[in-house]
Antibody
Framework: QVQLQQSGPGLVKPSQTLSLTCAIS??????????WNWIRQSPSGGLEWLGR?????????DYGVSVEGRITFNPDTSKNQFSLQLNSVTPEDTAVYYC??????????WGQGTLVTVSS | DIQMTQSPSSLSTSVGDRVTITCRAS??????LAWYQQQPGKVPKLLIY???ALQSGVPSRFSGSGSGTDFTLTISSLQPEDVATYYC?????????FGGGTKVEIK
């Protein structure tokens, strides 16, 4: 049974960096079969894929178009977790952020979600 | 990038009615199409993958069809617990794009 547990602050000031962590149980971040994704859901409701990190003999990252250049993923094999850093945030980055495992193409396990508000 | 367009954006119908939601891809994606259900206040849950395969534990009143660019999610007999927003998502390649969602309510 794969479980993803998210942690991180719920309030970030404009221009600062949003940081969230997703701890994995029941799988490993260095799995050769899975990818580890971040998705967000704006207050208007739509789901936006932000990107993923994964290991296939070395680490790879893919990024969503809207955040490319501002986003970083950091897998941590010692803690079996992965993290998201989104730089230079604005109020438009206010959303519920989810981590999720992609396995055989599908987002089959999701974290509980973290509401992050960007406000001074 | 491929865009995913869902219709309708919302619907309201009676318990026991048949519900049909459509999803259109701007380019062909074969059958690399998944449907997710998000009940109010909850995390999205995988319902259907490969356009028509039911995820384990999903009631048989849910079904999916389609290939290429046009896909359909059908609920054969709407139940109160099916009140949710439904999203399609392509997974043939990155970016993993979602449709805009269809909110299903009970009349």
């Amino acid at each position: 049974q794969v479980q993803l547990q998210q942690s991180g602050p719920g309030l970030v000031k404009p221009s600062q960096t949003l940081s969230l962590t997703c701890a994995i149980s029941g799988d490993t971040v260095s799995s050769n079969s899975a990818t580890w994704n971040w998705i967000r859901q704006s207050p208007s409701g739509g789901l936006e894929w932000l990107g993923r990190t994964y290991y296939r003999s070395k680490w790879y990252n893919d990024y969503g178009v809207s955040v490319e250049g501002r986003i970083t993923f950091n897998p941590d094999t010692s803690k079996n977790q992965f993290s998201l850093q989104l730089n230079s945030v604005t109020p438009e980055d206010t959303a519920v952020y989810y981590c999720a495992r992609q396995w055989r193409g599908l987002l089959d396990n999701w974290g509980q979600g973290t509401l992050v508000t960007v406000s001074s | 990038d491929i865009q995913m367009t869902q219709s309708p954006s919302s619907l309201s119908t009676s318990v026991g009615d048949r519900v049909t939601i459509t999803c259109r891809a701007s380019q062909g994606i074969s059958n690399y199409l998944a449907w997710y259900q998000q009940q109010p206040g909850k995390v999205p849950k995988l319902l259907i993958y490969a356009a028509s395969a039911l995820q384990s534990g999903v009631p048989s009143r849910f079904s999916g069809s389609g290939s290429g660019t046009d896909f359909t999610l059908t609920i054969s007999s709407l139940q109160p617990e099916d009140v949710a927003t439904y999203y399609c998502q392509k997974y043939n390649s990155v970016p993993l794009t979602f449709g805009g969602g269809t909110k299903v309510e009970i009349k």
